[in-house]
Nanobody, 123 residues
Framework: QVQLVESGGGSVQAGGSLRLSCTAS????????MGWFRQAPGKEREGVAR???????SYADSVKGRFTISKDNAKNTLYLQMNSLQPEDTAMYYC?????????????????WGQGTQVTVSS
């Protein structure tokens, strides 16, 4: 059974940084596509960043140049480095894992989800 657990969320002021982590059990990061999503109150869940098995990445336009997705296959851990955070980045952030080597930055292509970690950015 695949289990994803996020950590690293918190409260920061605008311009600050946070690093989210996601550890997995029952799943091998090196073999599949992984991603980060977020959901603000009253809004749909949206894709933030994805990373393929070979390390190729893609980002939502809203976070390009500020967020970096990476993974450590040896530790089976996914990361999201978030810099220059803004109040509009406030949301619950979710780690997601696909059941394929292919994925797009949309909810439907991911099969497994963590419980989420809250990120709050104050102005």
């Amino acid at each position: 059974q695949v289990q994803l657990v996020e950590s690293g969320g918190g409260s920061v002021q605008a311009g600050g940084s946070l690093r989210l982590s996601c550890t997995a059990s029952g799943y091998t990061y090196r073999s599949y596509c992984m991603g980060w999503f977020r959901q603000a109150p009253g809004k749909e869940r949206e894709g933030v960043a994805r990373i393929g098995p070979a390390g190729t990445t893609s980002y939502a336009d809203s976070v390009k140049g500020r967020f970096t997705i990476s993974k450590d296959n040896a530790k089976n851990t996914l990361y999201l480095q978030m810099n220059s955070l803004q109040p509009e980045d406030t949301a619950m952030y979710y780690c997601a894992a696909a059941s394929s080597i292919f994925c797009r930055l949309i909810v439907a292509t991911f099969a497994y989800w963590g419980q989420g970690t809250q990120v709050t950015v104050s102005s």
